[in-house]
Antibody, heavy 118, light 111 residues
Framework: QVQLQESGPGLVKPSETLSLTCTVS?????????WGWIRQPPGKGLEWIGN???????YYNPSLKSRVTISVDTSKNKFSLRLSSVTAADTAVYYC???????????WGQGTLVTVSS | QSVLTQPPSVSAAPGQKVSISCSGS????????VSWYQQLPGTAPKLLIY???KRPSGIPDRFSGSKSGTSATLGITGLQTGDEADYYC????????????FGGGTKLTVL
């Protein structure tokens, strides 16, 4: 069973950079598939942030593209999210997930709440 | 404002059947597969349906999916109290705002 686990600070100050890591277990990132980040503001719906392939190719939500960087560390079987210049609107539960490339996410992490506040 | 439109809420009694709609356009649902996710309170979304009507291993056949044109529907029969959750549809959008997109979510209440 593929498992994903998000980690990172739960509190980030406005204007700073949010950084999260997703550790993948029981599956090698280099075996294929895309790896993505999705977020969910409190009480609201899901918003796709972006995906990365093990080769490093990335695809970002156009509305966030100027602030987002997703990278992969195949040696540690992890991938990461950086979101710069955060505001209170970036407060959300952030999920990492495996994207099959077939228009769906089949495995999800449990999510981590990131609050943007001074 | 979500690219895909879902009703905010639906409700039905235990044992009954309910349908949740997801409306889009030719740039998303009309030319791509649709998936559905169940999000129980306080948990991560879980894949229920993929490629319009396929169920992952372990998902009971009470859950079904269909697609027609630019709309998709999730059906749930034999409703159980444990089905109370938020349900989201998702697909790929190939417009200028290309990328993965989700519906706004539908809250299912089992009365």
């Amino acid at each position: 069973q593929v498992q994903l686990q998000e980690s990172g600070p739960g509190l980030v100050k406005p204007s700073e950079t949010l950084s999260l890591t997703c550790t993948v277990s029981n599956y090698s990132i280099t075996s294929g598939y895309y790896w993505g980040w999705i977020r969910q503001p409190p009480g609201k719906g899901l918003e796709w942030i972006g995906n990365i392939y093990h080769s490093g190719s990335t695809y970002y939500n156009p509305s966030l593209k100027s602030r987002v960087t997703i990278s992969v560390d195949t040696s540690k079987n992890k991938f990461s999210l950086r979101l710069s210049s955060v505001t209170a609107a970036d407060t959300a539960v952030y999920y990492c997930a495996r994207d099959t490339g077939g228009d769906f996410f089949d495995y999800w992490g449990q999510g981590t709440l990131v609050t943007v506040s001074s | 404002q979500s690219v895909l439109t879902q009703p905010p809420s639906v409700s039905a009694a235990p044992g009954q059947k309910v349908s949740i709609s997801c409306s889009g356009s030719t740039s998303n649902i009309g030319n791509n597969y649709v998936s559905w996710y169940q999000q129980l309170p306080g948990t991560a979304p879980k894949l229920l349906i993929y490629e319009n009507n396929k169920r992952p291993s372990g998902i009971p056949d009470r859950f079904s999916g269909s697609k027609s044109g630019t709309s998709a529907t999730l059906g749930i029969t034999g409703l159980q109290t444990g089905d109370e959750a938020d349900y989201y549809c998702g697909t790929w959008d190939s417009s200028l705002s290309a990328g993965r997109v989700f519906g706004g979510g539908t809250k299912l209440t089992v009365l």
